[in-house]
């Protein structure tokens, strides 16, 4: 199924442990070839999420006070270190095939960083890359972490994470992405003002689509088949016949 299309769904506030068992199922169907390309857009409540190359010294508190913040911690699959997601932050979720597609993880990785950098020209934010280092930087402080696995069937899943108007103080708690010398910073910030989700949202998804070479689809058509994830929660009712494995 490669039909240049990408589905593109905005879930709102999310938990990430219900967003990833999401991202596994469209993966083994994307392989499958029984779903399109997707890309979900989403922010997550306080979590904390630690990479294959994450180290327990990254993490500057201990699970008891994250616990009492009721923020969740997570060991994931996706390359980088530890990281933080929550509110105001604009979280986006390939699942995608690069099987057609030329370069490897690397052409991928620089492809996402590309898709932050066009979306924040879009509010005249210049950002840029910093060589040796995974993300995109604005005045010397990481304004999006980027991490992302690419299964054995060229299918990716994780994604890039774009700080908007995240409460910055929850980096303080970790090194973040095991980079110390660096600040983080949000779009807010940069730009002095209020800017809400929605709206980046729908500039990252246009650049996606941009830097990929895909036509970005609104809405999800009813042929798309996922395995079960058991009950779905209201806030993916869009996808409620697909999780819900009512479909062949």
Not at 48 to 69: F, I, K, P, W
Not at 112 to 137: C, D, Q
Not at 150 to 171: E, K, M, P
Not at 173 to 196: A, N
């Amino acid at each position: 199924m490669q039909d240049g299309k990408c589905h593109v769904l905005w879930l709102g506030r999310i938990d990430y442990g219900v967003a990833w068992d999401l991202q596994k199922a469209l993966a083994r169907a994307r392989a499958e070839e029984r779903a399109p390309d997707m890309l979900l857009l989403l922010e997550h409540p306080p979590t904390y999420t630690m990479g294959r190359r994450s180290g327990e010294a990254h993490l500057l508190v201990s699970r008891e006070a994250l616990d009492r913040q009721g923020a969740a911690l997570y060991h994931v699959d996706r390359g980088g270190d530890i990281t933080f997601h929550g509110p105001g932050q604009l979280v986006g979720y390939p699942v995608v095939s690069l099987m057609h597609r030329e370069g490897g993880a690397s052409r991928y990785l620089r492809d996402i960083e590309e898709t932050v950098i066009r979306a924040l020209s879009t509010f005249k934010v210049e950002s840029y890359r910093l060589p040796g280092l995974t993300g995109v930087w604005v005045d010397n402080e990481k304004i999006a972490a980027i991490g992302v696995k690419i299964n054995a069937r060229r299918v990716t899943t994780h994604g890039f994470a774009l700080n908007v108007s995240t409460d910055i103080h929850y980096f303080t708690q970790i090194i973040p992405c095991g980079i110390r010398d660096k600040g983080v910073t949000t779009l807010e910030r940069v730009l002095g003002r209020r800017i809400s989700l929605s709206e980046v949202a729908g500039v990252a998804a246009k650049a996606f689509g941009e830097v990929l070479g895909l036509e970005m689809i609104g809405e999800i058509g009813d042929d798309i088949a996922v395995k079960s994830l058991g009950e779905p929660t209201s806030v993916l009712s869009p996808l409620s016949a697909l999780i819900g494995g009512n479909h062949a």
